[in-house]
């Protein structure tokens, strides 16, 4: 069975079964006792061919979705891949990076949770102002890539900054682009 169509009919049809069921089972005690149930057998025969046709339908229908058919040909042949699509290719730039892992910020020389000392959170202050007075509308990711450090050793630089309103800052998250005033 196949179509919108022959589900309206098959739906028709079970309410009518039903409608003829509750008729037979209901009906009065009177001299035509058989021809109810003649009807009764009539209509459960009727609804187990129905029920049968229904269930032969399905299966058809998940062996075929199974199978791929039923689909455009372009989405039966390509497999769906999972994941993020790939960016397009960049164009060859004219100066050649090595191949291999891209260069990792250079490690802060102090043990895990020590803190900067004054001289040193003050000279990287003075070399985040510096790199945005002369690159300005920048992030922090390239900031830090430009610097050769890490976005964590930024942060407070960056918030010294703006609370001394030496930069003002646009955007919000990983879109905050700096500025210098």
């Known amino acids: 069975?196949?179509?919108?169509?022959?589900?309206?009919?098959?739906?028709?049809?079970?309410?009518?079964?039903?409608?003829?069921?509750?008729?037979?089972?209901?009906?009065?005690?009177?001299?035509?006792?058989n021809v109810e149930t003649e009807i009764k057998s009539h209509v459960d025969a009727f609804v187990s061919q129905l029920s049968g046709?229904?269930?032969?339908?399905?299966?058809e229908a998940v062996a075929n979705a199974l199978r791929g058919e039923g689909q455009p040909a372009a989405a039966a042949a390509a497999p769906r891949k999972v994941g993020r699509?790939?960016?397009?290719?960049?164009q060859p730039a004219e100066v050649k990076k090595a191949v291999g892992r891209p260069a990792r910020a250079a490690k802060p020389t102090r043990k895990k949770?020590?803190?900067?000392?004054?001289?040193?959170?003050?000279?990287?202050?003075q070399k985040v102002l510096e790199h945005i007075r002369s690159n300005s509308g920048q992030g922090v990711e390239q900031i830090a890539k430009d610097l050769g450090t890490t976005t964590k050793e930024l942060t407070l630089p960056i918030r010294k900054l703006l609370v001394?309103?030496?930069?003002?800052?646009?955007?919000?998250?990983?879109?905050?682009?700096?500025?210098?005033?």
């Open 164 to 181: 001394e309103k030496k930069i003002t800052s646009k955007g919000e998250k990983r879109a905050t682009k700096y500025f210098s005033r």
């Open 1 to 33: 069975m196949s179509g919108e169509g022959d589900t309206s009919r098959i739906i028709f049809k079970q309410g009518a079964v039903q409608q003829l069921t509750t008729l037979a089972i209901h009906g009065t005690r009177d001299p035509m006792n």
């Open 85 to 90: 699509a790939k960016a397009a290719p960049q």
């Open 113 to 125: 949770g020590e803190k900067r000392s004054k001289e040193e959170l003050a000279a990287m202050t």
């Open 53 to 59: 046709l229904v269930r032969k339908a399905a299966l």
